[in-house]
């Protein structure tokens, strides 16, 4: 089997919800159970932390394993879904999964997949247990695939649970309220066992309480012990001043994620690396100071405020939601653009229509349609736009979009790319 027919194998044989959306979704934790049970349990060979949330759950979970590699730890990352190659899932200190790997993985484990018949995600997360386990990390950050409670990462017994921000996403799965969301991310705190959030939400706090009160799970909301000072922002990373229970910690902390929906994450990511302290890991004021300094660089993390080039500025952002969209276009405003030139897609089961009219009027748009068939057709995408009053042309592929993006925009002006990760993943130079 080569690599290529083997991701063929995978995409035609196994349910992707990065394909086809909710129906491939499953919920039980029946199959990941049936699978690690088959490859005897390799989730239990390493210790993990466990990241879910809204938005902010991808950034958090590979600053946390940029950390724990700097402070010397072999460092298990498990994230989803991939934007250029599906290796960048499973990565071992930063560096992915073997092609060979997956391909024995797969063609050893062929029967066991037709008995199961597991979801490619369920499958993935096996996969990455195992490879974590053969190769022997000592720690590994595990990103939730959707939700929580009811997500195939879920059957790991972590060091502590980190939730970031709680959003409106995949409401038809996991609620239509923040109340009913947060009680799926919820579902990852585990008895006994330290839960950390990254934002204290007033109206959703009880749920996180009441919850941890039932696992008998420490609960600590990061924002309530850490304040971020925001002392420098460039298109290239920023500078914070952190304050710990009121007292100066970090001062001048360098950071390599240059959004800033980046602010809200490092609370939690850093009362998470303390209590990590706290349960025996060896993590220095230094290796926190590396990793969040060059957190890009160590775990290959792509796509989040990603500069893409210059005259004109391009940018490119895999914010989503109505929260993602809404930090995006604080961070645009902040540039003072002349203009901005807007290539926007979307899949087919997001509230669109809340999203387009949050959308300045004023921008130059460029509607298009990701090669997946979870895309949202770009006719129905303009027609949606028109309604809200937002002008442009609309291009059958993400490509087109850009390169007509680039005809357009002066020097002075900027290129915005986004409204989807499967947008940002066609990006040529990504």
Same mark, same amino acid.
């Not at 460029?366 to 068939?373: E, G, K, M, S, V």
């Given at each position: 089997?080569?690599?290529?027919?083997?991701?063929?194998?995978?995409?035609?044989?196994?349910?992707?919800?990065?394909?086809?959306?909710?129906?491939?979704?499953?919920?039980?934790?029946?199959?990941?159970?049936?699978?690690?049970?088959?490859?005897?349990?390799?989730?239990?060979?390493?210790?993990?932390?466990?990241?879910?949330?809204?938005?902010?759950?991808?950034?958090?979970?590979?600053?946390?394993?940029?950390?724990?590699?700097?402070?010397?730890?072999?460092?298990?990352?498990?994230?989803?879904?991939?934007?250029?190659?599906?290796?960048?899932?499973?990565?071992?200190?930063?560096?992915?999964?073997?092609?060979?790997?997956?391909?024995?993985?797969?063609?050893?484990?062929?029967?066991?997949?037709?008995?199961?018949?597991?979801?490619?995600?369920?499958?993935?997360?096996?996969? /990455?247990?195992?490879? %974590? +386990?053969?190769?022997?990390?000592?720690?590994? =950050?595990? &990103?939730?695939? $959707?939700? #929580?409670?009811?997500?195939?990462?879920?059957?790991?017994?972590?060091?502590?649970?980190?939730?970031?921000?709680?959003?409106?996403?995949?409401?038809?799965?996991?609620?239509?309220?923040?109340?009913?969301?947060?009680?799926?991310?919820?579902?990852?705190?585990?008895?006994?066992?330290?839960?950390?959030?990254?934002?204290?939400?007033?109206?959703?706090?009880?749920?996180?309480?009441?919850?941890?009160?039932?696992?008998? /799970?420490?609960?600590? %909301? +990061?924002?309530?012990?850490?304040?971020?000072? =925001?002392? &420098?922002?460039? $298109?290239? #990373?920023?500078?914070?001043?952190?304050?710990?229970?009121?007292?100066?910690?970090?001062?001048?902390?360098?950071?390599?994620?240059?959004?800033?929906?980046?602010?809200?994450?490092?609370?939690?990511?850093?009362?998470?690396?303390?209590?990590?302290?706290?349960?025996?890991?060896?993590?220095?004021?230094?290796?926190?100071?590396?990793?969040?300094?060059?957190?890009?660089?160590?775990?290959?993390?792509?796509?989040?405020?990603?500069?893409?080039?210059?005259?004109?500025?391009?940018?490119?952002?895999?914010?989503?939601?109505?929260?993602?969209?809404?930090?995006?276009?604080?961070?645009?405003?902040?540039?003072?653009?002349?203009?901005?030139?807007?290539?926007?897609?979307?899949?087919?089961?997001?509230?669109?229509?809340?999203?387009?009219?949050?959308?300045?009027?004023?921008?130059?748009?460029?509607?298009?349609?990701?090669?997946?068939?979870?895309?949202?057709?770009?006719?129905?995408?303009?027609?949606?736009?028109?309604?809200?009053?937002?002008?442009?042309?609309?291009?059958?592929?993400?490509?087109?979009?850009?390169?007509?993006?680039?005809?357009?925009?002066?020097?002075?002006?900027?290129?915005?790319?986004?409204?989807?990760?499967?947008?940002?993943?066609?990006?040529?130079?990504?």
């Amino acid at each position: 089997m080569t690599y290529q027919e083997c991701l063929d194998y995978l995409y035609q044989q196994l349910p992707m919800f990065q394909r086809i959306g909710n129906a491939a979704f499953k919920k039980s934790l029946d199959n990941i159970v049936a699978l690690c049970d088959a490859l005897g349990q390799p989730q239990t060979k390493f210790k993990t932390v466990h990241v879910a949330g809204t938005n902010g759950k991808g950034s958090s979970s590979h600053m946390l394993a940029a950390v724990l590699q700097s402070a010397g730890y072999k460092t298990g990352l498990y994230t989803s879904p991939h934007l250029k190659s599906f290796t960048e899932r499973v990565r071992i200190n930063g560096v992915e999964l073997p092609q060979d790997y997956l391909i024995h993985f797969v063609e050893q484990n062929k029967d066991l997949f037709e008995q199961v018949k597991p979801s490619f995600f369920e499958m993935t997360v096996a996969l /990455a247990f195992q490879y %974590f +386990a053969d190769e022997g990390v000592e720690v590994a =950050v595990i &990103e939730v695939g $959707l939700g #929580g409670r009811l997500d195939s990462t879920n059957i790991i017994k972590p060091e502590l649970s980190l939730i970031t921000n709680i959003g409106f996403d995949h409401q038809a799965l996991l609620g239509n309220t923040l109340a009913e969301i947060a009680g799926e991310k919820a579902g990852i705190i585990k008895a006994h066992t330290p839960a950390v959030v990254s934002t204290k939400q007033a109206e959703i706090v009880h749920v996180f309480e009441q919850k941890a009160a039932l696992e008998q /799970a420490p609960l600590h %909301f +990061a924002t309530d012990h850490i304040r971020m000072q =925001v002392l &420098e922002q460039n $298109l290239e #990373g920023q500078v914070y001043d952190v304050y710990r229970e009121g007292y100066i910690w970090l001062q001048s902390l360098q950071g390599d994620l240059a959004g800033i929906y980046q602010q809200y994450n490092l609370p939690g990511v850093l009362q998470s690396l303390l209590l990590l302290r706290e349960r025996g890991f060896l993590i220095t004021d230094e290796a926190i100071r590396q990793g969040i300094a060059h957190a890009k660089t160590i775990t290959g993390l792509k796509g989040r405020w990603q500069v893409l080039g210059y005259k004109p500025l391009t940018i490119c952002d895999t914010g989503h939601n109505v929260d993602g969209i809404k930090q995006i276009l604080a961070q645009l405003s902040a540039l003072k653009p002349k203009q901005v030139h807007l290539v926007f897609g979307a899949v087919n089961d997001k509230d669109v229509t809340t999203i387009l009219q949050l959308l300045p009027k004023g921008y130059t748009y460029y509607f298009c349609q990701a090669q997946i068939p979870r895309a949202l057709p770009v006719a129905e995408l303009k027609e949606k736009a028109d309604q809200v009053g937002l002008k442009g042309d609309s291009y059958s592929t993400v490509r087109d979009a850009i390169d007509a993006a680039r005809g357009n925009a002066q020097p002075d002006e900027v290129i915005f790319i986004g409204g989807s990760t499967f947008v940002v993943a066609e990006i040529d130079e990504l």
